[in-house]
């Protein structure tokens, strides 16, 4: 819950009371100049004792006489004059560290729009805990409260309702994520999405079960899932506006677990592969998210659902696969099989003609290589990869342009097939890319490679919790609202 009023933060009543600290000349400075001086002094004067140094992600708690809060909350922000994402950041930190705390009031530099969104966007984001497995799991805190004289502007709130929407779609695809292995299978995946979509007006979910892929001839997806007892599905998620301004398809990766198949991963880590299907549940939640904003784009999410794994049904290493639409691959490794299903999908959404494909996908070990856990990449048609990496700085999340360099395709050559699903070991991020764009034809299209940044297994920071981050949904709506 959320709520934005111009009450003073003197007056205001909370639980907590957040309050920004920026790192000026190499000294911690409040800006919060309505605080009472005497409180302004004490706690300056014991910064050091306190550890504060207002560092970015530096929260601390301290009790405090004299406000209607009994606890002043002091998140680091690091520059004097914070960006929107700086402040998108520190109320996240603030709210994630006030975890069980039930009304939290936020005071931050919230002057304009941008701002007051950012501070609010953060702070849900932030607000977010997992505890489907643990009884003893703190709750997320209750309701934030944002202060700022903005309160009374229509603009600004629009910016919490859309904060409000946009949090609960990350939320949402977090809790996919970080769901266990044995509980979010194929069918029960595509049975999250039926139940999700419930009620959202101008949505329709289509399911394919895995008699229908077959007589479908999508091969990438029945080749993946032969190994598992829990067989695929490909789910079609479709927003309708009544008077759309133009048509967008969404497809995204959906290993329910990948363990590597026949060509097994190492035991170390594997338990992380819960995470390869944060590219489906994404799209999913980008579409009912715009749904819910009622943008006049008409979006189709297309959630290619597998479980991968070894038995002796599952798909050998040589096994020559024909995706749908006809181009067969020879499947020279079965740990590179997301750009199987994706092939699949990306086949089904161009069948329907729409102006631009973005496809979604924790797809390659590469991508952490190449940029690390908190970067993803993007690659694609020029245009549509300058307007995702656009989108990206507008929504607050990390994307780098990579290119797509015509010699790696020698790389997918096959001697048996149209192509083979693996190419060179150095560009690996890169191969990847240039076999999914051989299913997309001439329709614009973008790849977004979300393997790192999907799933901290580190510690959490800023609005980012440990375990499902939610990436991609706040760059693929600000780019389908930029449309």
Known sequence: MIELTSTSPLRVSADALVVAVAQSEGKPRLLADWLPQDVRTSLIASASALGLTGAADEVRRIPVDGLKTPVLVLTGVGADDPTAETLRRAAGAATRELAGVGTVALALPAQDVARVAAVAEGALLGAYSYGRYQAAAKPAVAKVVVLSDRARDRAAKDAIARAEVVAAAVHAVRDL???????????????????????????????????????????????VGQ??????????????????????????????????????????????????MAGAAAVLHTVLAAARLELPVAVTAWLCLAENMPSGTAQRPSDVIT?????????????????????DGLVAAVEEAPEVVIDVATLTGAQVVALGHRVSAVMGSDDVRAQIVAAADAGGELFWPMPLPEDLRAGLKSKVADIANIGDRFGGMLSAGIFLREFVGSTPWAHLDIAGPAYNEKGAHGYTPVGGTGVAVRTLLAFLEAR
């Open 177 to 223: 994520v970080n769901a266990a292995p044995n509980d979010l299978y194929p069918a029960a995946f595509a049975d999250e999405a039926k139940a999700a979509a419930k009620g959202v007006k101008g949505v329709k979910v289509t399911v394919l079960d895995e008699k229908a892929l077959a007589s479908g001839g999508y091969g990438g997806l029945i080749g």
């Open 227 to 276: 190994g598992s007892s829990r067989p695929p599905r490909l789910v079609k998620v479709a927003y309708s506006p009544s008077r759309p301004t133009g048509r967008v398809a969404l497809v995204g990766k959906g290993i329910t677990f990948d363990s590597g198949g026949i060509s097994i991963k190492p035991a170390a880590g594997m338990e992380a592969m819960k995470s390869d």
């Open 323 to 343: 995706i749908r639409g006809g181009t067969t691959v020879e499947v020279l490794n079965t740990d590179a099989e997301g750009r199987l299903v994706m092939a």
